[in-house]
């Protein structure tokens, strides 16, 4: 190359040519950049909407996220009282925490600059630190692009057309593919531990569903609950009801899973094999039990591992209580109880049957020959509709009519049926009252989205034709001659809205009108019978309204008298809420009399 | 003749002519190098094995950090590997959307060695441009991603999100203000007398040793063999998209920037192509619950044709939600170590830097 290479010399001072033009930098800060829309800055967190699921401190993989408690957030079912700090420190801007947020709460923003000289300024609490910043919102995830699954794996059931002409099972239960698809939803946050009332181990099961290993699933599901398979068909699960993903989706079908893992132990003895549970050495205490409900069995059960004698008193010929004689076939079948059941003898539980206490033994023979005593004895007596003429002959009671038709009878109710009530166990008399052939007609006070019932179990009523007649209030039975229903009148009602509360249905003044039926079912609630309670017992046995007073440890104002279920005032009535009592009384009793 | 005295220098490890932190022991006489001997360990963060730690999504958020002016053909190649183990498919909108941004890196990154390579050669004004011309692509992935540098974009299933509206159109404008700047950058370095003197027949890779070096991308490019694996074995929609491969004889420095230079213009042209043939539908194939995400046992094996040339990924899964084991094999582990040895010697003190960005040597790449 020449040393004169002229053209190389002068090309480039082309350059010049720029001198006089604008610059392509803001002057900043008098002008501002133009953010992204979608920019990673700082976070905003919505400290109402947010439920301290902590997903976002598990994703984030370089530990800049703490969940805190915080002195404004109290803890609520479903909402574990955290709220994420950021390190802005280690936070590397990725917003994986953004797109596994269930609740949408946490979102980043156009933020991002901050000058301090106080390196912990950097711990940031998004929401309560940057309120302001709610109106700069910017890298969000909404359902599509979110990584959560919001969506369930429907459950398959029975065609309605199909269904009402037996008791066959109407939820077909997940196969094993559905199962795994669905347990991978979950994102182990625990809410629903905190609601569940016996705090069964949800997210570790459900992780080891979505591992393929069902035996270890039903292990975990076993150690605090003794009736799962029934759980895992009928329960009330208020778990769902505070999954993380039902805030903006479906919640994880936390029942369905358990039905699937329990009902892999196809019998007791399979059962037996994969529990495996640790069995104390037998001690010499022994403990009565009296009635072999979910409360009973799970007292029992749990006592039995430790090493207890342990006898149950059931005045019934089959086991279960109210999960055998209340619940219809259709929801919960009689092999599944048994197989329960059998499953807990082979554990050393003694039960004996068509034992009703205060009649075949007396209530001090079990208390002086036992050294703790638990009642879980359930509420077998109904309310009455308190109507005129309600003792006509074919108006039944939803204990006595459900009681008849699970024990196999067929109960004389002819071919139109009113219902009064808007719990499950309404719907349970109605739908047991089509399969048995009739046209089945609900008469209900409220609107049909007060009914306290399932949604789910209301949506079955509606797809077999039950008629549901909201906002009615019986008034009278009309019998015939011979004493026999042949109708019921009653009044229509509107929904008045007084102060805060839930509209109150008030009748509508001749507006009475008569439905024709042949029996009437009365499903407005039951009570206990404390029949069985000897006198001196009865006086001295404290009580809240009509249940049993008892305190955290289900022990009553008698000593060594412990009790549990629908009788006792702790929690709702329902089956999770027995066994809970159960597990507590158990804990409580070992306590009390091994002192451990 | 008497002879000089071999002098030894350390070049770096923190040393504006050093593409990163690393460090190079050379042995000179006089101004001639003698031998060089290229030290790591100043960086070393251990990548492959933090990926073992992360489930499969976690890891995503580090495989930028690989090499900071091109994080995107990293983050790609470790997308294709999964889906490969997993035989995920890829929505074709996603695959478009890649081609786009894994152009954009190229472009950006070529805009950044623009910079180093007129710097070390004591040019400093095309750096000031082009690094002012590359914050148009960075708005373009700020747009795209939320993020400029680190886009944590490409996952495995297809893109993190769509294209937002107005993009296309910007992609376009940029485009063509890029396309008119080429010429001026023309102006400023190749045809300027100092870069031609000092670029020519300095550094040379012998175009009969290269493959066996390990070479790859533009310096492989500049000694005349052609090899990019977006044609060899495309990925993405390069198989859809009409472009050339660039090649130059020398395997000089003066060689590898004229190929960078022209990749510019395809990769200008690849970005049109992909924006103009856009399909619809969605832009990604969701992946299950991350938190519980498990990936098929076995072995897989992805590559791309990054901005410094062909690297892959290799990850081996057994059956959890964590990789048993990564590996990345990129262009600088072969650049800045075995070639870098092998040519330095003969060659000046004043050209260690100047040959040390032609050749795209990214440190944190090497200590993986």
């Given at each position: 190359m020449s040393i004169l290479n002229l053209k190389g010399i002068l090309?480039?001072?082309?350059?010049?040519?720029?001198?006089?033009k604008e610059p392509?930098?803001?002057?900043f800060p008098d002008e501002q950049k133009n953010i992204s829309k979608i920019y990673r800055g700082f976070h905003h967190n919505d400290l109402d909407l947010?439920?301290?699921?902590?997903n976002c401190e598990t994703i984030c993989m370089n530990d800049a996220i703490d969940m805190i408690s915080l002195a404004e957030i109290a803890g609520e079912p479903g909402d574990s009282g955290l709220r994420p700090r950021i390190d802005y420190g280690r936070?590397?801007?990725?917003?994986l925490c953004v797109d596994v947020c269930p609740s949408g709460s946490l979102n980043m923003t156009s933020e991002f600059m901050k000058v301090t000289p106080?390196?912990?300024?950097?711990?940031m609490t998004p929401g309560k630190d940057n309120p302001e910043a709610v109106d700069k919102l910017s890298f969000t995830a909404d359902m599509d692009t979110s990584?959560?699954?919001?969506?369930r794996v429907p459950m398959r059931e029975l065609d309605p057309e199909e269904r009402v002409?037996?008791?066959?099972?109407v939820f077909l239960g997940y196969n094993e593919e559905e199962a795994r698809i669905e347990a991978n939803?979950?994102?182990?946050?625990g809410l629903c531990t905190e609601n569940c009332p016996v705090h069964m181990h949800i997210p570790e099961y459900i992780n080891a569903i979505a591992n393929a290993d069902d035996e270890a699933a039903i292990k975990i599901i076993y150690d605090n609950n003794d009736l799962p398979e029934m759980c895992g068909k009928v329960?009330?699960?208020r778990c769902e009801d505070v999954?993380?993903?039902?805030?903006?989706g479906e919640a994880v079908a936390i029942r369905w899973l358990k039905g699937y893992a329990t009902t892999r132990a196809e019998n007791a003895e399979m059962i037996a094999e994969i529990v495996k549970p640790e069995v104390r050495e037998p001690n010499q205490y022994k403990v009565g039990i009296i009635g072999a409900g979910p409360a009973g069995l799970t007292a029992g059960y749990y006592l039995a591992l430790k090493g207890y004698d342990i006898t149950i008193y059931e005045a019934?010929?089959?086991?279960?209580g109210m999960i055998m004689y209340g619940i219809p076939k259709y929801r919960l079948p009689y092999d599944s109880i048994q197989k329960q059941v059998d499953y807990m003898k082979k554990m050393g539980v003694k039960i004996h049957f068509n034992t009703k206490v205060g009649?075949?033994?007396s209530f001090n023979e079990i208390y002086d020959n036992s050294d703790a005593v638990f009642m879980g004895?359930?509420?077998?007596d109904a309310w009455s509709?308190?109507?005129?003429?309600?003792?006509?002959?074919?108006v039944w009671s939803a204990v006595e009519f459900l009681g008849k038709a699970n024990a196999g009878e067929t109960p004389d109710i002819g071919k139109r049926v009113v219902v009064v009530g808007g719990g499950d166990v309404s719907i349970d008399c109605s739908r047991v009252s089509k399969r048995f052939g009739a046209d089945v007609f609900q008469s209900y006070r409220r609107r049909i989205q007060d009914m306290p019932a399932d949604p789910e179990e209301i949506e079955g009523a509606e797809q077999e034709h039950i008629h549901i007649m909201p906002q009615t209030i019986p008034t009278r039975v009309i019998k015939d001659e011979k004493g026999h229903v042949k109708g019921m009148e009653y009044l229509k009602a509107e929904m008045v809205s007084e102060g805060g509360g839930r509209p109150r249905p008030v009748a509508i003044e001749g507006s009475e009108t008569i439905i024709e039926c042949d029996a009437i079912i009365a499903a407005i609630g039951q009570k206990a019978n404390y029949?069985?309670?000897?006198k001196e017992i009865a006086d001295k046995l404290e009580m809240v309204k009509d249940k049993i007073k008892v305190n955290e440890d289900r022990?009553?104002?008698?000593?060594k008298l412990f009790a549990g279920g629908d009788?006792?005032?702790?929690?709702?009535?329902?089956a999770i809420s027995a066994i809970a009592d159960g597990y507590a009384a158990t804990k409580a009793i070992d306590k009390m009399l091994m002192g451990k | 003749m008497t002879r000089e005295k071999e002098t030894t220098l350390y070049l770096g490890?923190?040393?504006?002519?050093?593409?990163?932190n690393m460090m190079i022991k050379l042995k000179v006489s006089g101004d001639t190098v003698v031998s060089a001997e290229t030290h790591l360990g100043?960086?070393?963060?251990?990548f492959e094995k933090l990926i073992e730690r992360r489930n499969w999504l976690q890891s995503f958020t580090i495989?930028?950090?690989?090499?900071v002016p091109e994080p995107d053909p990293i983050e790609l190649s470790y997308a294709l590997a999964v889906e490969k183990l997993e035989g995920r498919a890829v929505p074709e909108r996603a695959d478009y959307i890649r081609t786009i941004v894994a152009e954009l890196a190229r472009i950006q990154s070529f805009l950044l060695w623009y910079g180093g390579q007129s710097g070390s050669g004591g040019l400093y004004t095309l750096g000031q441009w082009s690094v002012g011309d590359r914050n148009y692509i960075l708005d373009l992935f700020e747009d795209l991603t939320?993020?400029?540098?680190?886009?944590?974009?490409?996952?495995p299933g297809g893109?993190?999100?769509?294209?937002?509206?107005g993009w296309v159109d910007k992609a376009y404008r940029t485009m063509d203000y890029l396309e008119k700047r080429l010429d001026d950058y023309n102006k400023l370095l190749f045809d300027n007398a100092i870069f031609q003197k000092r670029a020519q027949g300095v550094g040379i890779i012998p175009k009969d040793k290269a493959l066996e070096w390990g070479v790859v991308g533009p310096p492989l490019r500049g000694t005349g063999i052609k090899h990019d694996v977006r044609i060899?074995?495309?990925?993405?929609a390069y198989d859809k998209i009409d472009f050339e491969v660039p090649t130059y004889e020398g395997g000089d420095v003066w060689a590898r920037a004229l190929v960078r230079r022209d990749e510019i213009k395809q990769s200008i042209n690849i970005i049109r192509q992909a924006l103009d043939n856009?399909?619809?539908?969605?832009?990604y194939n969701r992946i299950p619950n991350p938190m519980k995400w498990t990936v098929p046992a076995g072995n897989a094996w992805a590559k791309t044709e990054s901005v410094r040339g062909e690297i892959g990924f290799y990850l081996v899964s057994?059956?959890?939600?964590?990789?048993?084991r990564a590996h990345l094999r990129g262009a600088a582990y072969a650049h800045g170590i075995s070639v870098l040895e092998k040519i330095l010697?003969?060659?000046n003190i004043a050209d260690v830097s100047f040959i040390l960005n032609s050749l795209g040597v990214c440190p944190p790449e090497m200590e993986r």
């Open positions: 090309t480039p001072l082309t350059a010049l040519k720029q001198m006089g392509h930098t803001i002057n947010c439920i301290g699921c902590g936070c590397c801007y990725c917003a106080d390196p912990y300024d950097f711990l990584l959560n699954l919001f969506d002409k037996s008791f066959a099972e939803r979950c994102i182990s946050c329960c009330t699960r999954c993380a993903l039902q805030v903006r019934q010929k089959d086991p279960g009649k075949d033994i004895i359930g509420l077998q509709l308190g109507i005129q003429d309600e003792d006509a002959e074919g029949e069985l309670l000897p022990l009553t104002s008698i000593p009788a006792v005032k702790f929690g709702n009535s329902d | 490890p923190q040393h504006p002519g050093i593409t990163g100043y960086l070393h963060r251990a495989l930028c950090r690989f090499c939320g993020a400029r540098i680190y886009h944590m974009f490409m996952w893109v993190r999100r769509d294209l937002p509206e060899d074995e495309p990925y993405a856009m399909p619809g539908g969605s832009y057994d059956g959890s939600n964590k990789p048993r010697p003969g060659e």
